[in-house]
């Protein structure tokens, strides 16, 4: 069993940065791929970031490619979604979650933090 928990939403001004962590615990971190989820009112769920396992690559939505940036400390057991420059439509609760590989992540996470919201005002 994993356990994930997120820290650092809040409010922003567009523009401006914000940094989510997610600790995780009970498995071998360094082993998974990591990444984040968002969900906006009214919207499914969708991926923002990934990271392979340790050595491999990071991936990203569209949307945020540029402003966002994913990082993990295998030693702290974390991940990180350091968001800079943000906008309005950043706005949304924000997930972090793994999985055994980047494919399986996804799709199908194997295990999800409990969401933190990020509000981002005009």
């Known amino acids: 069993q994993v356990q994930l928990v997120e820290s650092g939403g809040g409010l922003a001004q567009a523009g401006g940065s914000l940094r989510l962590s997610c600790a995780a615990s009970?498995?071998?971190?360094?082993?998974?791929?990591v990444g984040w989820f968002r969900q906006a009112p009214g919207k499914e769920r969708v991926f923002v970031a990934g990271?392979?396992?340790?050595?491999?690559?990071?991936y990203y939505a569209d949307s945020v490619k540029g402003r966002f940036t994913i990082s993990r400390d295998n030693a702290k057991t974390t991940m990180y979604l350091q968001m800079n420059n943000l906008v309005p439509e950043d706005t949304a609760i924000y997930y972090c979650?793994?999985?055994?590989?980047?494919?399986?992540?996804?799709?199908?996470?194997?295990?999800w933090g409990q969401g933190t919201q990020v509000t981002v005002s005009s």
């Open positions: 979650a793994t999985a055994i590989a980047m494919g399986v992540l996804r799709s199908t996470p194997d295990y």
């Open positions: 009970g498995r071998t971190f360094s082993g998974v791929a």
């Open positions: 990271m392979a396992r340790s050595g491999g690559g990071t």
